[in-house]
Nanobody
């Protein structure tokens, strides 16, 4: 059974940086794409960034140029490097594996103005 566990959230001032991690259990990780989503209070969950098994990436327009998704197949982990954070980036961030429809538990990111 695949499990996704996020870490790295916290409170940061606007303009600051955070790096989120998502560790994926199971041996299938290297062959699967994984994504980061986020959900702000009162809003729908939205895609932030995706990375395929061949390391192709895609980003929401709102984070392009500020966020970077990456993966380390040796560590079964994906990362989300978030720079130049804005108050509107405040949300619970989730990682998601589409092929197994598995979500992590989420990690809170709060950006103060």
């Amino acid at each position: 059974q695949v499990q996704l566990v996020e870490s790295g959230g916290g409170l940061v001032q606007a303009g600051g940086s955070l790096r989120l991690s998502c560790r994926v259990s199971g041996s299938i990780f290297s062959t699967k794409g994984v994504a980061w989503y986020r959900q702000a209070p009162g809003k729908q969950r939205e895609m932030v960034a995706t990375i395929t098994s061949t390391f192709s990436t895609n980003y929401a327009d709102s984070v392009k140029g500020r966020f970077t998704i990456s993966r380390d197949n040796a560590e079964n982990t994906i990362y989300l490097q978030m720079n130049s954070l804005k108050p509107e980036d405040t949300a619970v961030y989730y990682c998601y594996m589409d092929s197994t429809a598995t979500w992590g538990q989420g990690t809170q990111v709060t950006v103060s103005s």
